[in-house]
C-alpha cells in the first residue's frame, strides 16, 4: 500500500515549523527520520494531511557535552550518538543504546526526537533518559517549557506532547555522575537485529571510591524498557543499592526490578520470562555499570 496523500510542508527554522503546527494541529504530522512513520503511514495507520518535514531544521541536530550537563538536539541521528566519543565518555548509557538499535540503515536516518515522541515503551532513548532523570525540552509557537522524561511517557505510547508542540531536545544533567566515578551501561535482550528489545535495562551508578575493594554505591539509577506500558523507574532497585557495595543489593535490585515489572505477553515472551529478564537485565546491566565506575 502507498500512503494517502498529503501537503509536505520542509521548515528551515523551529519558528516556521512551529508556526506551521499552530495553524494546521492536528492535520498535521511531523517528519523526523522516518523509520517509524513511512511504515505506520504506508499501512494507511496515519492519514495525516499535511507533513512537516523537520530535516532542514539545522538547530535541532548535534550534540554538546559540557561540564555541567549534556545537551541532544532531537533531530541528532542514532548514529550521530553512536560514535560520539565525547558522549562515550561523558554518559555512556546513551551511545551504547543507540548502537543496539536496528541496522546502520535504520540507524541513519532515525532521531532521538522521533524515539522519543514515538514512545514505544521497548524503545531505547525513552528508558535511557527516564534512567538519567533526563530533561525534554518542548516547544509551540507560543510556549517553550521543560518536562522530565520521567513525566513525559504517560501512558502506552501516549506522551504529554501537545498537537502544535515539537521535541527540541534533551538535557542530560552531568552534576550527579562525575566521569570518574560513575558507570552507565544499556544491556538488552532481542531476537534479532531488526526487532525492538523483549527487555532492556539502563542503569547508572556512582561509587565514593573506585579504587576501594568494594566502594559504595552513593547514587544508583534504574530504568527498564518493554515491562510496562511506559519506560519504568525502579526506585525501589536504587534504594536496594544506594548506601552499600554492589554485592549486598545487586539481588535485592533484581527482586525490585521483578517486582516493579508489570509486562505484556508478547509471541515470543510470556509475561512471567519478561520478569525474569526484568531481573536478570537489571543484574547484567548493574555488574557493566559498576565495572565501568571502577576501572
Ligand atoms: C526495523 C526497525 C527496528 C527498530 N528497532 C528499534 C529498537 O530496537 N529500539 C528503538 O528504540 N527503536 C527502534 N526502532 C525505531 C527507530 O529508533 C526510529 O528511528 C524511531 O523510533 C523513530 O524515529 P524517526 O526519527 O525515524 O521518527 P519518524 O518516523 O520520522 O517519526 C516518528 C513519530 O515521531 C514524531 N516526531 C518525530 N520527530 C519529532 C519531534 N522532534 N517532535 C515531536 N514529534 C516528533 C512524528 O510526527 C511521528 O509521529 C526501529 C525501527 C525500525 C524500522
Known amino acids: 500500500m ?11 527554522t523551529v519558528e516556521e515549523a512551529t508556526a506551521l503546527l499552530a495553524d494546521l494541529g492536528h492535520d498535521a504530522e511531523l517528519l523526523a527520520g522516518n523509520q517509524s512513520l513511512g511504515i505506520i503511514m504506508a499501512n494507511r495507520l496515519a492519514t495525516p494531511d499535511h507533513l512537516v518535514d523537520l530535516g532542514q531544521v539545522d538547530a535541532l541536530s548535534g550534540v554538546t557535552v559540557g561540564h555541567e550537563a549534556v545537551e541532544i538536539g532531537a533531530m541528532t541521528t542514532h548514529r550521530d550518538l553512536e560514535f560520539d566519543d565525547d558522549l562515550r565518555e561523558a554518559v555512556e548509557m546513551v551511545p551504547e543504546s543507540a548502537e543496539q538499535i536496528a541496522g546502520p540503515s535504520v540507524r541513519n536516518r532515525g532521531t532521538v526526537g522521533g524515539s522519543v515522541a514515538e514512545a514505544d515503551p521497548a524503545g531505547n532513548y525513552p528508558t535511557a533518559f527516564v ?23 504517560v501512558a502506552y505510547m501516549f ?21 570518574e566515578r560513575t558507570g552507565t551501561a544499556f544491556e538488552e535482550l532481542k531476537r534479532g537485529a531488526q526487532t525492538f528489545p523483549t527487555v532492556s535495562a539502563a542503569t547508572a551508578l556512582r561509587v565514593d571510591d573506585p579504587e576501594a575493594e568494594e566502594p559504595t554505591i552513593e547514587e544508583a539509577r534504574v530504568a527498564l524498557a518493554n515491562v510496562a506500558d511506559v519506560p519504568l523507574h525502579v526506585p525501589d532497585a536504587e534504594d536496594a543499592l544506594e548506601g552499600g557495595p554492589l554485592d549486598d543489593g545487586v539481588d535485592a535490585a533484581a527482586e525490585a526490578a521483578i517486582e516493579a515489572a508489570d509486562p505484556s505477553p508478547e509471541m515470543h515472551a510470556d509475561e512471567e520470562w519478561k520478569e525474569e529478564l526484568a531481573g536478570e537485565y537489571t543484574r547484567r546491566s548493574l555488574r557493566t555499570a559498576h565495572e565501568r565506575a571502577t576501572r
Do not use: M, N, Q, W
Open 2 to 12: 502507498k500512503p494517502a496523500a498529503f501537503e509536505y510542508h520542509r521548515p528551515t
Open 131 to 153: 534512567a538519567l532523570d533526563a530533561d525534554l525540552h518542548l516547544t509551540s509557537a507560543d510556549e517553550e517549557r521543560t518536562v522530565p522524561a520521567r513525566e513525559f511517557f
Open 159 to 179: 506522551t504529554d506532547l501537545g498537537p502544535e508542540e515539537l521535541v527540541t531536545g534533551v538535557t542530560i544533567d552531568r552534576e550527579p555522575f562525575p566521569v
